[in-house]
């Protein structure tokens, strides 16, 4: 209502202009009309104030000093001393266990990716058409996602002891039992089979909503055409899924980068070190070791992996139908 | 060599039943039209024959085999969808050779039969093409191609020229006549359109609520359909329907109904105000009031050559009685040849000399 | 004659076929159920049953003491308290931070808008596992890690929260806006009378995040917690695992019941509307 006064106002100035008296008042609407500009852009500022405060005291401020911090040595109390490249000189030449943690955090999530993907890409296949004993199925396997990883990695821990059910199974079938977590060549797989156990349901299922939007005249024309399963699988199916697939395998990769509970609470990163990850090297060299200049080297390393997964993500976003 | 037929076809779908004991025969080379308002259970008809959405129980024979328990792949069908389902991962010329590499054609005898069907689609140019870089138009031919190159026995064809634009559509239409002339297979077209239908096909097989309504020529369903729902389907503007008084009713076509500002020696004449009036071109379209006898204030579509009635004149209504139609209480029509008694009492009524 | 078997070879075909599936589809039911039936079943056996080997499939002597241990010795009620007001508190402050930048974000054309906008999707990709050591310090400077301020705050604003309301603001068509400033409306009215009632299934299913996130929330507490009074649930389990008499599986098991509880009621309450929004995060 007002800015209407007010524009109705200029025009009337306007039709005026070369009245000199009127001169002085046309300053003043315009004075008024700037602070009420400058009030009429605070809102949006106003209203994301605490997020952008929030953001910008517990993510940007942290990482920025995380960064200057890998230059420095330091405990926690005494004072910061720089080093330079120092911290990173420590992780990569001077001791061999963050090289031993990178690979296997490389290991892992190339086998997490890989094996979370083929078993999503079958069960959302074979779970595909719509009835009770399907919608069943998908939703006993998509549960697991929404408990803690913390929760499942206990109950697993007790399956996979030495005294546990999987090797009273073994037993049964007169194989030899496994000593899972307690086992430098085994502790890797156990961990691996639980974040696969874990993330299958939910993985399936954004197959799932990716099949059902291919219209579902393409699978008939191919039926049709008389193709057989296999190729219609490997001709049609993935092929029609493959935006999806690759959007789900750098998701799943930043994930599994970040790995940290299941480890913790499964083998501590042990036996030896053969399952010791980055962020679980992190915190072991924050919390216990007290070396956070060599912490936040880790972190900024672990930083410029996500940094370029994240590219790829939002670049794919922007590209995300490929077809049609 | 492609008759299809189809005995006591029952569908349902959870709880409800789209088709029941439908029986229905398509001769061989026929071009075939299921015609009728959508949720008729037409598609569903075509996918029953695809194989695609088998019926729930019945026979479906191909060819003089019984063919329901074999997989879609197998009848030697081809189908051509309304959104085409080209194989967007695919090239045109990979689109139509995949159903060839599936039934293990040669290599040398399918770039021949490519190369043959892409040149009489007009596709040959396109042949290394992703579908995305295609008008609508050519994914059509691409279907089509997808379908010819298979020579099956019968081509499905489910409204395959709803998402071309009006001019486009008329051309490809009379292209798949010229298509089913040069093949000679038998085809069975879905559409809503009964102008598609009537233009396209040897037979019409008009269908509604998952009842076929008649199954006959273009030129029997217009001049001599079997119900009410026919005579309507069939026909723009449709049939003029109006109730007599022994609970029958009389139909007439608007373009067979004579207006003339004087009273003629026609069988059938009452006098109507004109309220509105539609210039067609070389038709004019009036809708008409009824302003005498027992359908008084009923109003009926006129179309005329004459253009010259303006809104609110008085006109007669003049119709003979050889273009007039009868239709009992249940809308079944009464036709002299069979029905003669009931045929003449309508005529009586009309002429008001019975109630 | 030949034409019958042929049709009824294929309907034993199918029928078998049909048969070997289910039987899968059980079997791979049963792959997924059965870790959490074998926790169950361990938290009612006595310790002494746990040790057994080959394992019991039902708990031969039926007990609950794990249970006892755990509300009793463990107070894991006072660990829950914690987890509830975290969450509790996460919730209704992430409300008042997240709408009004989610509205600005959809609604409004502002100077620095992709800046800020950049901040947001950083938040977004940045984990607690990167910032943990800075933020830790910075409440140590504060003086308030005798608190449980430091598991609500850094979680206020949620960037997915923002995204997700952001895309529904977008959706409630301007002329509504319009008009409602028409009448008079000021824009903290617009938002919390008209952007917010119409986008309850929104609010509702970031809360549902919210909660999720926080009950299941591991790391973060074990970074920022010394005192074993301001940990929740999720530590409380750790302890357990950590108990330096050995490991008592019939207490863990118990502990992690009722961890997991809560989210099974949640699941069987409304697991369609969790997929559904749960697919819709991954696909967003």
Same mark, same amino acid.
């Given at each position: ?31 008024? $009309? ?110 697991? $996602? ?27 079938? $007169? ?146 139908? $490929?077809?049609? | ?355 | ?284």
């Amino acid at each position: 209502m007002r800015e209407t006064e007010v524009k109705a106002a200029e025009n009337l100035m306007d039709t005026n202009k070369n009245l000199p008296e009127r001169a002085s008042e046309k300053k003043k609407q315009r004075k008024r $009309h700037f602070g009420r500009r400058i009030l009429g852009a605070l809102p949006p500022y106003i209203m994301t104030l605490p997020a952008m405060a929030s953001f910008l005291l517990f993510t940007i401020y942290p990482i920025l000093d995380m960064i200057l911090l890998s230059f420095y040595e330091w405990n926690g109390l005494t004072e910061r001393k720089w080093v330079g490249l120092g911290n990173y000189d420590y992780l990569f030449n001077i001791q061999i266990d963050f090289k031993i943690a990178l690979k296997n955090t490389l290991v892992y999530t190339v086998a997490v990716v890989f094996f979370l993907q083929l078993f999503a890409l079958i069960f959302s296949v074979w779970l595909q058409k719509d009835s009770r004993i399907n919608s069943f199925v998908q939703r006993v396997m998509f549960f697991p $996602h929404l408990c803690a990883m913390l929760a499942v990695s206990v109950v697993f821990s007790w399956l996979m002891d030495e005294q546990g059910l999987f090797n009273a199974v073994l037993e049964f079938f $007169h194989i030899p039992g496994l000593r899972w977590l307690n086992d430098s060549t085994t502790a890797m797989i156990s961990v691996v089979i639980v974040a696969v156990w874990k993330g299958i349901g939910y993985q399936a299922l954004l197959l799932l909503s990716a099949l059902k939007s291919i219209p579902a005249d393409i699978f008939e024309a191919a039926e049709l055409d008389n193709t057989p399963p296999l190729r219609k699988f490997f001709r049609i199916t993935i092929p029609l899924l493959s935006p999806q697939l690759f959007f789900m395998l750098i998701t799943i990769t930043l994930n599994s980068f970040k790995v940290f509970d299941s480890v913790r609470i499964m083998t501590n990163g042990g036996p030896g070190k053969s399952t010791l990850v980055l962020v679980y090297y992190i915190y072991e060299y924050a919390q216990a070791n007290l070396k956070y200049g060599v912490a936040a080297a880790a972190g900024v390393v672990l930083l410029i992996f996500l940094l370029i997964l994240t590219v790829i993500y939002f670049r794919l976003i922007g590209k995300r139908v $490929h077809y049609q | 060599m492609g008759e299809i037929i189809l005995k006591n076809i029952n569908k349902t779908f959870g709880n409800t039943k789209v088709l029941e004991d439908l029986n229905l025969k398509i001769n061989d080379g026929e071009f075939a039209v299921l015609v009728g308002a959508s949720g008729c259970g037409k598609t569903t008809l075509l996918r029953i024959i695809a194989g695609i959405g088998p019926a729930t129980s019945g026979e479906l024979f191909i060819d003089g085999e019984e063919v329901s328990d074999l997989a879609p792949g197998k009848r030697n069908i081809a189908m051509v969808f309304q959104n085409y389902a080209i194989y967007p991962n695919m090239t045109v010329k990979g689109n139509i050779e995949f159903g060839l590499k599936n039934n293990h054609v040669p290599k040398a005898e399918r770039e021949r039969l490519i190369a043959e069907v892409a040149e009489s689609v007009g596709l040959t140019e396109y042949l290394k093409r992703k579908p995305n870089a295609l008008s609508g138009g050519q994914r059509q031919r691409v279907a089509l191609a997808r379908a010819m190159v298979k020579n099956p026995k019968v081509f499905l064809m489910d409204e395959p020229l709803s998402n071309l634009d009006a001019k486009l559509r008329v051309a490809m239409r009379s292209e798949l006549i010229e298509l089913h002339n040069k093949l000679k297979t038998t085809f069975v077209y879905v559409t809503h359109d009964q102008v598609e239908a009537m233009s396209m096909a040897d037979t019409i097989i008009l269908m509604n609520k998952g009842v076929i309504q008649q199954q006959a020529s273009p030129e029997v369903i217009y001049d001599d359909p079997n119900n009410v729902f026919t005579a309507q389907f069939i026909g723009t503007p449709s049939m003029n329907i109006l109730p007599l008084k022994n609970g029958s009713f009389v139909g007439y076509r608007p373009e067979k109904v004579g207006l003339t500002p004087e009273e003629t020696e026609a069988f059938y004449k009452v006098r109507g105000r004109i309220i509105t009036r539609e210039m067609l071109g070389s038709e004019t379209l009036y809708k008409v009031q009824i302003i005498s006898g027992e359908h008084q204030n009923e109003t009926v579509m006129v179309k005329s050559l004459d253009s010259g009635f303006q809104e609110g004149q008085d006109a007669w209504v003049q119709v003979a009685l050889k273009h007039l139609y009868f239709f009992d209480g249940k809308e079944q029509r009464i036709r002299e040849a069979d029905r003669a008694e009931d045929y003449g009492a309508c005529v009586r009524c009309l002429k008001g000399e019975e109630a | 004659m030949a034409r019958l078997t042929r049709k009824q070879k294929r309907a034993v075909k199918r029928a078998a076929g049909n048969t070997v599936n289910l039987i899968f589809k059980l079997f791979v039911s049963v792959l997924f159920l059965f870790p959490f039936y074998w926790m169950v079943t361990t938290s009612f056996k006595p310790y002494l049953e746990t040790l057994k080997f080959p394992p019991t499939l039902w708990p031969q002597d039926f007990t609950f003491e794990g249970y006892v241990h755990v509300f009793q010795e463990l107070d894991i009620l006072s660990y829950i308290k914690n987890t509830l007001i975290v969450t509790g508190t996460v919730i209704v402050i992430q409300f008042f931070v997240n709408v009004p930048a989610a509205y600005a974000f959809a609604k409004w054309k502002f100077k620095g808008q992709g800046l800020m906008w950049g901040i947001v999707m950083t938040g977004f990709m940045i984990p607690g596992q990167l910032t943990f050591m800075t933020v830790y310090f910075m409440f140590a400077d504060w003086g308030i890690l005798k608190t449980l301020w430091p598991q609500i705050i850094p979680t206020c604003a949620s960037a997915f929260s923002i995204f997700l309301l952001r895309q529904n603001f977008k959706q409630i068509p301007e002329e509504l806006v319009e008009s409602a400033k028409l009448d008079g409306s000021s824009e903290w009215k617009i938002l919390w009378r008209l952007m917010v009632p119409m986008s309850k299934a929104t609010m509702v299913t970031t809360i549902l995040f919210s909660f999720i996130n926080h009950w299941n929330a591991y790391f973060w507490p074990l970074v920022m917690t010394r005192d074993e009074d301001l940990k929740p649930i999720t530590l409380a389990i750790e302890r357990l695992k950590n108990l330096e008499q050995g490991l008592n599986y019939t207490d863990i098991m118990a502990g992690n019941v009722i961890l997991v509880l809560p989210l099974v009621i949640l699941f069987l309450l409304a697991s369609k509307k969790i997929i559904q929004a749960m697919a819709y995060r991954g696909m967003k």
